[in-house]
């Protein structure tokens, strides 16, 4: 065993299209060979960041999108091929929005719901489950659905994100009330067409307001 362990990145995206959403390839070399992983390699002579930014835009074509720091995994059994630490980050993106590709060590990249995960290589599953607990934990203090959603969008639609990552069904009314009332939604004055029998207000988001949220987090109980 490795007295100093080599540091790996990996990299959970969490994507929204109608349900929530996790990116992962399928690996072309050992080990778990033609097993669905989280796109991750190892560090090289850069920063963590670097290092998931790196990954992220050779091993699925995501390029120039926010990441953040999630945890350390570091069980001894984690990897076959011995000791290997890893950090983790995780993102959120809207799937519309981007062009995947499989990089050189993978032979396929598919967006999966996340409910419905194959079987993952390495201790990935561990990873995802960590990550979604803070995705659904940040709910509550920032708001969420900027990097998400299209740039327009029904309050239904809104509501359904927030449910999809929750997993459970939310007062209708209590959430229009509490999202409305944080101040960051403004109404464009257009509505969704090509729905039977109605047509709601289409909404985005204040971006000032919504930058100022992030910063100084809310209190946002469902």
């Known amino acids: 065993m490795n007295a100093t362990p080599p540091l790996t990145v990996d990299c959970v995206v969490f994507g929204y299209s109608n349900t929530l959403k996790i990116l992962l390839i399928k690996r072309d070399i050992k080990p778990f060979k033609g097993k669905w992983v989280l796109p991750g390699g190892f560090l090289q002579a850069e920063t963590l960041e670097?290092?998931?930014?790196?990954?992220?835009?050779?091993?699925?074509g995501l390029a120039k999108i926010y990441v953040e720091q999630l945890y350390t995994f570091g069980s001894l059994d984690r990897d076959p091929r011995g000791r290997v630490v890893s950090v983790a980050y995780y993102a959120l993106v809207n799937p519309k929005n981007f062009s995947i590709v499989a990089g050189a060590t993978?032979?396929?990249?598919?967006?999966?719901?996340?409910?419905?995960l194959p079987e993952l290589g390495f201790d990935h599953q561990a990873i995802i489950n960590v990550a979604w607990q803070r995705l659904q934990s940040k709910v509550s203090y920032q708001p969420v659905g900027f990097n998400?959603?299209?740039?327009e969008f029904t309050l239904s639609e809104l509501q359904f994100l927030y449910e999809s990552i929750l997993q459970r069904r939310i007062d209708k009314r209590n959430f229009r009330?509490?999202?409305?009332?944080?101040?960051?939604?403004?109404?464009?004055g257009k509505k969704?067409?090509?729905?039977?029998n109605r047509q709601p207000l289409l909404y985005s988001f204040d971006q000032k307001k919504y930058n100022?949220?992030?910063?100084?987090?809310?209190?946002f109980k469902l």
Do not use: P
Not at 50 to 60: E, F, G, N, P
Not at 148 to 151: F, I, K, P, R
Not at 192 to 196: A, H, P, S, V, Y
């Open 106 to 116: 993978s032979s396929d990249v598919h967006w999966f719901e996340i409910d419905e």
């Open 177 to 188: 009330k509490k999202i409305m009332g944080s101040g960051i939604l403004k109404e464009t």
């Open 212 to 219: 100022k949220l992030l910063n100084e987090g809310f209190q």
């Open 148 to 151: 998400l959603l299209a740039e």
């Open 50 to 60: 670097d290092a998931a930014h790196r990954i992220l835009s050779s091993k699925v």
């Open 192 to 196: 969704r067409t090509g729905l039977k």
